[in-house]
């Protein structure tokens, strides 16, 4: 199975912050990595596909970077519905794994 | 527009089988896979396997194999997971969500609203 890393696990910031969260593969996932936003009690909501293709109806704050084995999350200036749990996931190998998770909470 | 809409909560005793529906609407049912995902209490996503609807072929997580079954029903839009032998660990929210498409598109869309299922005996 491919192992996906994400880092940090959790971290703090502040509305109009920029952050950044990174999610590294076990081995070559091309450009086939996904970044979805999850809230508590919500349905998870896919942000970014192809590693940096913006999903329609995405605020373009989100930007995604990357191929191979390391990729990127940005939020350029954290707004208030973005404090949740963000997850990687590859597609390019079976199963499809998911990352552990990155918490952005408020500081 | 897409939607998707699962079953309700279940609660279930240990060794039972659970069966989750995921009924879609707003699009070409036979034209997309459907992926379940799950997240027990504290814990990430979780992968468990995905469907072609259209010719019912599947490809299920090593982890469930042998108690996951995934089916589709054409005539109505609506594919079902079911998880045998349940234990504790089962317990989670249950999501299915559509593929939005092959290769470089191979990526959830549009999901369900998640089904809780607790195993308690």
């Known amino acids: 199975d491919i192992q996906m890393t994400q880092s940090p696990s959790s971290l703090s910031a502040s509305v109009g912050d920029r952050v950044t969260i990174t999610c590294r593969a076990s081995?070559?996932?091309?450009?086939?990595l996904n970044w979805y936003l999850h809230k508590p009690g919500k349905a998870p909501k896919l942000l970014i596909f192809?590693?940096?293709r913006l999903e329609s109806g995405v605020p373009s704050r989100f930007s995604g970077s990357g191929s191979g084995t390391d990729f990127t999350l940005t939020i350029s200036s954290l707004q208030p519905e973005d404090f949740a749990t963000y997850y990687c996931q590859q597609s390019y190998g079976t199963p499809r794994t998911f990352g552990g998770g990155t918490t952005v909470d408020i500081k | 527009q897409v939607q998707v809409v699962q079953s309700g909560a279940e609660v279930k005793k240990p060794g039972a089988s659970v069966k989750i529906s995921c009924k879609a609407s707003?699009?070409?049912?036979?034209?997309?896979?459907l992926n379940w995902v799950r997240q027990a209490p504290g814990q990430g996503l979780e992968w468990m396997g995905r469907i072609n609807p259209g010719v019912g072929s599947t490809s299920y997580a090593q982890k469930l194999q042998g108690r996951v079954t995934m089916t589709s029903d054409t005539s109505t839009s609506t594919v079902y997971m079911e998880l045998s032998s349940l234990r504790s660990e089962d317990t989670a929210v249950y999501y299915c969500?559509?593929?939005?498409?092959?290769?470089?598109?191979?990526?959830?869309?549009?999901w369900g609203q998640g089904t809780v299922v607790t195993v308690s005996s």
């Open positions: 192809a590693a940096s």
């Open positions: 081995q070559s996932v091309s450009i086939y």
């Open positions: 707003g699009y070409t049912f036979t034209s997309y896979y």
């Open positions: 969500a559509r593929v939005k498409g092959p290769d470089w598109q191979d990526a959830s869309d549009s």
